[in-house]
């Protein structure tokens, strides 16, 4: 667990650590046109590789794949330190976020390996509290390196931890069967392949539509690929699960309703006149939600089963959407920390106990796809969110009338999303011991 603790911190410090310091990089290494790839190559790559080292881990075990994640993510850090040009540096951030991208989801698979349903929401709120850790610790670092060494150290701060991590795992012996089976390459490529170019329409200034005819087509190749390969990269079973299903779609429709908002409230704040830190702080209060609501979340489902909790958790979401829409110019401080104290208790409830059955309502087999299936769905969810969102701020007259725009598409969203959360069947039920996980 320490190990996985680790592997989470130095990623999601690395989301963020570089929003500080990049301004003092592009400046360093030229070519400021690239400035945003810097950001989209890490994400694109974080983003698509997860559903594929969860199925890897179910072929081949959690450890190994695990471990190759953090060798990539290592020598990804030691590269990107090292880069003498800005082409370099978006170069190794994108093998930097492959190496991410295969850690990311073996938090949540092997707490699912290990420990039984009523703890997990416990070992969860954990992990979201490194998040939570990681966006105070890392703008701090960042500043210190840049003004006392160098802006090189960001990265190569990541290697002593990465080693840590690797020797901290060293001893653990993995308690989940493999189910060896070939590997599906050509799934993998055609997943990967459509993915990026679906995503790449939230970053790219024109040429949306190519994008997407594009990747919709490898996608469409894909299914018809998968439905006759023996051991699919992702089983298509997975997605006639029907309660598995529709948390997949719960997890899309509600990241992209409002999960984004947390990159804008700050930027309200400061605009009526907060300083930076009292905006960090504001959104502290998301953090707080998450926990308060992960952590009892486990003992939840086998008390009351998955569909009650997403309908409330979805229930809250649509509130905390309509309470946003009533932003104003005297709204302050307090408004904004409720919100997103609310949007916490929301998105806690929903990615805790949709990961849960992500990995109680499928085959032993099936659980890691299956789990970061989900971390696929909700992250491809925030980038189109974020993206829509942003698009709407650049459009509006002003930055009260744009985040007014952004609050309504979430609330409307965010009802599709509570809709999406009935057809869950009812009588899904997770076993509660480890031993049925």
């Keep these: 667990m320490t190990s996985i603790v680790l592997a989470m911190l130095v990623s999601a410090m690395d989301t963020t650590i570089i929003n500080t310091t990049m301004p003092v990089i592009a400046k360093h290494l030229g ?3 690239l400035y945003a790839w810097t950001f989209a190559s890490y994400m694109l790559f974080t ?3 997860a559903p594929v080292a969860g199925r890897i881990s179910d072929l081949y075990g959690r450890k190994k794949v695990f471990s190759a994640g953090i060798v990539l993510f290592l020598i990804g850090s030691m590269l990107c330190g090292s880069a003498q040009t800005m082409v370099q540096l978006v170069i190794y951030r994108a093998l930097q976020g492959i190496g991410a991208g295969v850690m990311n989801p073996f938090p949540s698979i092997i707490a699912g390996d290990l420990f039984p349903v009523e703890k997990r929401g416990k070992i969860y709120a954990l992990f979201t509290a490194m998040w939570g850790l990681s966006g105070v610790i890392a703008p ?3 500043s210190l390196f840049v003004e006392y060494a160098s802006w090189r150290w960001i990265f190569y701060v990541n290697v002593p931890i990465c080693l840590l991590a690797l020797l901290l795992l060293i001893p653990y012996r993995e308690v989940y069967e493999p189910k060896p089976a070939a590997v599906d390459y050509g799934g993998a490529l055609l997943f990967s392949g459509g993915a990026i170019l679906l995503l790449l329409t939230t970053v790219v200034e024109r040429g949306h539509l ?5 990747g919709s087509a490898l996608i469409a190749v894909f299914y018809w690929f998968e439905k006759r390969h023996k051991s699919p990269i992702i089983p298509m079973n997975l997605l006639s699960n029907r309660p ?4 997949i779609v ?4 509600s990241n992209a309703a409002l999960f984004g908002a947390g990159n804008y409230l700050p930027l309200y704040l400061q605009n009526v006149g907060y300083t930076v830190f009292e905006s960090g702080i504001a959104l502290v209060g998301m953090t707080v939600g998450w926990m308060a609501a992960s952590v009892p979340a486990g003992k939840w489902i086998i008390r009351f089963g998955y569909r ?3 309908v409330i958790g979805n229930a809250i979401l649509v509130a905390s959407g309509a309470w946003l829409m009533m932003i104003g110019s005297s709204s302050g401080f307090w408004f904004v920390f409720f919100g997103a104290t609310w949007l916490g208790l929301a998105f806690g409830l929903l990615s805790t106990v949709a990961t849960i059955g992500a990995q109680q309502l499928v085959e032993p087999h099936q659980k890691g796809v299956s789990t970061s299936l989900q971390m696929f769905s909700r992250n491809t969810g925030t980038a189109l969110g974020v993206t ?3 698009a709407m701020l650049a459009h509006a007259p002003n930055l009260l009338q744009g985040l007014q725009w952004m609050f309504y598409y979430g609330f409307a969203v965010s009802l599709l999303a509570f809709a999406s959360s009935f057809p869950i069947r009812a009588d899904a039920a997770p076993a509660s011991s480890a031993s049925k996980s």
């Design 31 to 33: 070519h400021f046109e």
């Design 47 to 49: 983003t698509v590789m």
């Design 140 to 142: 701090l670092l960042g």
């Design 210 to 214: 190519f994008y997407v005819v594009g």
């Design 244 to 247: 598995v299903a529709w948390m």
């Design 250 to 253: 719960n997890g899309f429709l």
């Design 308 to 310: 009650p909790l997403m």
């Design 388 to 390: 829509l969102m942003g």
